[in-house]
């Protein structure tokens, strides 16, 4: 157990609706990360918060979004979806900003599944 | 930008047989790299980094690896497999330039262990 919090741990939609993924980090980690892994895209950044601020921004599309709420915890929003965002959805922490010093801890996942 | 390609998709090992997994990175500037582990319905968990200073760098589980500048390689091995280490085994390559956290993953290698 990294002691990274993901929920749901399934989810199962339409196309064209919004959902919701909510991350709580380790205890003490201010640092929150975002990674999407499907089949024939692999493992990608998505994006990164440190303390409430957005740091970094990967293969974001501009339908999604996220937010890094003031108990630190992290919620990626997907909006107006379609069957290619169907993946498996990480969130990782770490203690600060620099992912060279500070290993990366990664939650067990969100499954979100678009029909 | 900074990515990682391992070479074979999948690995069949023998169980006490060496296991070797092939990872090679592309960086313009000085890398740091990682394996990362991911059993079924799991999360990633890191196996072993390389930042600075030693080359061969030993992880959890008795996996090592060993940084060649010259070839841009990072390949993963360990003596003897083990049935638990059937999994799936990603690479990842992050900079030391200070605005740049995200870690690319490679594709991944499913690593099975025959009996």
């Known amino acids: 157990d990294s002691g990274v919090t993901q929920t749901p741990k399934h989810l199962i939609t339409a196309t064209g609706q919004r959902v919701t993924l909510r991350c709580s980090p380790r205890s003490g980690d201010l640092s929150v990360y975002w990674y999407q892994q499907s089949l024939d895209q692999g493992l990608q950044f998505l994006i990164q918060?440190?303390?409430?601020?957005?740091?970094a921004k990967g293969n974001i599309l501009e339908r999604f979004s996220a937010q890094q709420f003031p108990d630190l915890h992290s919620e990626l929003n997907l909006s107006s979806l379609e069957l290619g965002d169907s993946a498996l959805y990480f969130c990782a922490s770490s203690v600060g900003l620099g992912v060279t010093r500070d290993e990366q801890f990664f939650g067990p996942g969100t499954r979100l599944t678009v029909l | 930008a900074q990515s990682v390609t391992q070479l074979g998709s999948h690995v069949s090992v023998s169980e006490g047989a060496l296991v070797l997994l092939r990872c090679n990175y592309s960086s313009s500037v000085p890398p740091y790299l990682f394996w990362y582990v991911q059993y079924p319905n799991q999360g990633l968990q890191l196996l072993l980094k390389y930042t600075t200073g030693a080359t061969l760098v030993k992880g959890i589980n008795g996996f090592e690896a060993e940084f060649k500048k010259s070839e841009t390689s990072f390949h993963l091995t360990k003596p003897s497999a083990h049935m638990s280490d059937a999994a799936e085994y990603f690479c990842a390559v992050s900079t030391s330039r200070s605005n740049d956290y995200k870690l690319s993953f490679g594709a991944g290698t499913t690593v099975t262990v025959r009996a």
């Open positions: 918060y440190y303390n409430g601020e957005e740091r």
